[in-house]
């Protein structure tokens, strides 16, 4: 099949024991965590099969556990072949769209995952932020309900996910302010996220310049499949381009809405969501309706999507 695109989800589609049926029905998967362990110096093979949610949840643990979780599912649909028109990856998951693509081997990825976790968490005081989806809103109500409230802290659009789904984040009195306006212009409903850092914010920038340094030491390849990058929702494979894309990246919004649009634009008709839990294809339905989505979290979504794919 030449019209599939392969996704993989960021930060909120974690959960304890994430991962642990794949490797016990195929136990040479396990091999991904060794190898992540050996780079981030703890079992993470722990952290994501057994918990505790609580410190899964933190930023800095969130990251790497779910990289690890991903390509270890993307590992096991690499013998099927099969030859995707362009990967995508929501915020965290951009990680795991390169290592897929050829651009990071997965070691290093998960280095620069572990750093930029920390420097994000480092980059707010613990508490300080709030991320919430606000639902039911168009993009422009969104941006002005947030520069209202900015007179009482930094608040932005944070994810443009799908129609009427808009992810806000910033300093907590400003994101309580912002949802406060966004509620009396008939927001629908605002939900709290289990997100322990306001990324995709001005607030990231210091945590940008920081992790800069690391993503130009890493080594870089051009890419076999073109991304579809969060900042601009615009297909990269030169190296050079996904490391300065992943640096704006940060401090920028996800705009998952757009780049779901350009992957259909190519032709791609359906996607594969590459890793834990189904948050991604919930989203592509809203986007493209007439889009097929299928999932990689567990040995059942495995075979119905290889299933699915003919392979």
């Known amino acids: 099949m030449t019209d599939v695109g392969l996704v993989f989800p960021g930060q909120g589609s974690q959960s304890v024991g994430m991962g642990r049926a794949l490797v016990e029905a195929f136990p040479a998967t396990r091999s991904i965590y060794d190898e992540a362990a050996a780079v981030l110096g703890y079992d993470i093979a722990a952290l994501c099969f057994e918990g505790p949610a609580d410190r899964l949840n933190l ?47 997965f070691r290093t990825a998960v280095g620069l995952v572990q750093k930029r976790g920390r420097y994000m968490a480092e980059a707010v005081a ?15 109500a969104v941006r002005a309900a947030c520069r209202e409230a900015s007179s009482v802290g930094v608040v932005a659009p944070a994810n443009f ?11 907590r009195a400003a994101v309580e302010r912002a949802i406060e306006i966004a509620k009396s212009q008939g927001c629908r ?13 001005p607030l990231m920038q210091t945590a940008a310049d920081r992790l800069s340094k690391d993503v130009a030491q890493a080594k870089w390849s051009d890419l076999s499949v073109p991304l579809v990058n969060n900042a601009d929702a615009k297909l990269l494979r030169r190296a050079s381009d996904v490391q300065e894309s992943l640096i704006r990246q940060l401090p920028s919004p996800v705009r998952w809405e757009e780049s779901i649009k350009v992957m259909t634009g190519l032709g791609v008709s359906t996607f ?7 948050v991604l294809a919930g989203l592509i339905k809203r986007i493209a309706p007439d889009a097929k ?3 990689v979290s567990d040995p059942k979504t495995l075979d119905a999507t290889l299933q699915a794919l003919h392979v």
């Open 293 to 295: 989505t299928l999932n």
């Open 126 to 140: 613990p508490g300080s932020g709030l991320v919430a989806a606000i639902l039911g809103m168009e993009p422009d």
């Open 161 to 171: 996910n799908c129609p009427g789904q808009i992810v806000i984040a910033g300093e």
């Open 272 to 278: 594969v969501e590459v890793g834990p839990g189904a």
């Open 189 to 201: 409903k605002a939900i709290p996220l289990p997100v322990s850092v306001p990324v995709h914010t």
């Open 59 to 105: 930023t800095e643990y969130t990251q790497p556990a779910l990289l690890t979780a991903s390509i270890a599912a993307f590992r096991l649909l690499e013998p099927a072949r099969i030859q995707p028109r362009a990967v995508a990856g929501h915020s965290l998951g951009e990680y795991s769209a390169l290592v897929a693509a050829g651009g990071v081997d």
